[in-house]
């Protein structure tokens, strides 16, 4: 069973940092490509970042660039999303997500989201 | 505002079929394939269609994706209490070298 689960969300000022992680286990996690999606409370959804599966191509949202990293230990089976220069906007639930085969923007499995608050 | 353009609601009644449509320009749903997720209340998006017209494995064959020019729409058939929720459509833009999506469709069943 494919599984998708996001930890280190938490409260962080504006300015701050914070990693999120997503540990992904039932299938061969280096084979897909994965994606950070975000959506602010009662609000949308708004794609953050992807990354390929060998970790050599990302690309983010202009909103994210030059503030947030993704990248990915294939050996661990986790994905990583650095935010650093957080904003009071970052405010979101933060979903990874698995890119479908054959369909690299299109999100097959979805982890339950970990909540990013930036307050001071 | 979301690049891929939404109506905010849609409606109707057990049995009916309707229709969300969600609306582009070349960049995105012009030059590349369209999805479209469905999120219940308090959970995570669900893929419903992907490459425009495909549905994953355990998608009912009551949801339908077609794709016209910079347009795409999501139908839905034999509408059913279970299917009140919000729908989103998204695409890759070329031009902004990123997943847009749409702001989404909440859809009631009266």
């Known amino acids: 069973e494919v599984q998708l689960v996001e930890s280190g969300g938490g409260l962080v000022q504006p300015g701050g940092s914070l990693r999120l992680s997503c540990a992904a286990s039932?299938?061969?996690?280096?084979?897909?490509?994965m994606h950070w999606v975000r959506q602010a409370p009662g609000k949308g959804l708004v794609w953050v970042s992807r990354?390929?599966?060998?970790?050599?191509?990302?690309n983010y949202a202009d909103s994210v660039k030059g503030r947030f990293t993704i990248s990915r230990d294939n050996a661990k089976n986790t994905l990583y999303l650095q935010m650093n220069s957080l904003r009071v906007e970052d405010t979101a639930a933060y979903y990874c997500?698995?890119?479908?085969?054959?369909?690299?923007?299109?999100?097959?499995?979805w982890g339950q989201g970990t909540l990013v608050t930036v307050s001071s | 505002q979301s690049v891929l353009t939404q109506a905010p609601s849609a409606s109707g009644t057990p049995g009916q079929r309707v229709t969300i449509s969600c609306s582009g320009s070349?960049?995105?749903?012009?030059?590349?394939?369209v999805n479209w997720y469905q999120q219940l209340p308090g959970t995570a998006p669900k893929l419903l269609i992907y490459?425009?017209?495909q549905r994953p494995s355990g998608v009912p064959d009551r949801f339908s994706g077609s794709k016209s020019g910079t347009s795409a729409s999501l139908a839905i058939s034999g509408l059913q209490s279970e299917d009140e929720a919000d729908y989103y459509c998204?695409?890759?833009?070329?031009?902004?070298?990123?997943?847009?999506f749409g702001g989404g469709t909440k859809l009631t069943v009266l």
């Open positions: 997500a698995r890119a479908a085969t054959g369909a690299p923007n299109a999100n097959d499995y």
């Open positions: 039932g299938f061969t996690f280096s084979s897909y490509w």
């Open positions: 990354i390929r599966s060998d970790g050599s191509t990302t």
């Open positions: 070349s960049s995105n749903i012009g030059s590349n394939t």
């Open positions: 490459i425009n017209n």
């Open positions: 998204a695409a890759w833009d070329d031009s902004l070298n990123g997943v847009v």
